[in-house]
């Protein structure tokens, strides 16, 4: 087994699992410990998945805990020292071969737990069925949120990005968690008929502070809803990008790119049907620039310029 073939949440949940054997006092780390590990990271991605299958998470940990509390332990000298079962070793094993056959350059959580799921314990088969949780289900799931091949040691940061660095605000005028939005009607005629043409369609509302910039974003997603809008943006989303999410924990070089580069990928798939709304517009010049690398704004221009990506801006 290379490690440096292993995303830094997989080693995590491999050391978490470990931990777990050590403070049972069991000697080996077998799959229930690795599965264990995997789902009690809240913020993880198993978790998330597990949930969109329709199983139940916290249930389905609750049923692992007890199988391992009823694992033998061990006292005296042998104990403080835990190593792989040879089960959990060639879990592994094929948890590499999978990331390799699927063109993946690391393995991460996902297909751990997807070579537990395809060869589980008796035990855990057993829990799995209880919980109503299968391999086909999962996978299902999983390629709903991975968009792109695994090629860092990071990939969580890009899966699910449009839930994570933004949110849709047609979405929100339709479930009606948006303010109406009064006396605006000229300004957002206006950045309808900037959107309605074919080229240098990407308006930018520039004002004071408090004025309602995004407060137009907002009126134009309700006609959006209302369907008072021409056909071109008729079922139209627009999604608003959260530059503060998008750079936060990006610590080491290419990290933020990469976020934003998911991001634009995962627009761009959607066929023109997603409008990117980026408020505070100045904070993408320079924004995740590191001596060497681009900032956001060179990562959108050509973008910008193919007509790939349609974009309202809003700054002082």
Known sequence: MDTNKFTKKALDALNAAQNLALERHQQQICKEHVAYALLNDEEGLIPKLVTKCGADAPQLLREIDRLISQMPSVTGSGA?????????????????????????????????????????????????????????????ALSQVKTSKVTSDSPEDTYDVLNKYGHDMVERAARGQLDPVIGRDDEIRNVIRILSR??????????????????????LA??????????????????????????????????????LKAVLTEIKKQNGRMLLFIDELHTIVGAGKTEGSMDAGNLLKPMLARGELHCIGATT
């Open 222 to 259: 309700q006609r959006i809803v209302r369907g008072d809008v021409p056909e071109g943006l008729k079922d139209k989303h627009i999604f608003a990008l959260d530059m503060g999410a998008l750079i936060a924990g990006a610590k080491y070089r290419g990290e933020f790119e990469e976020r």
């Open 80 to 140: 403080g020292e835990a190593y792989l079962s040879q089960d959990c070793s060639l879990m592994l094993s094929q948890a590499e071969k999978d990331a390799k056959k699927q063109g993946d350059d690391y393995v991460s959580v996902e297909h751990i737990f997807s070579a537990i799921l395809d060869n589980p314990t008796p035990a855990l088969k057993a829990v799995f069925a209880k919980c109503k949780l299968n391999k086909k289900d999962f996978m299902n």
């Open 198 to 219: 074919k080229t240098k369609n990407n308006p930018v509302l520039i004002g004071e502070a408090g004025v309602g910039k995004t407060a137009i974003a907002e009126g």
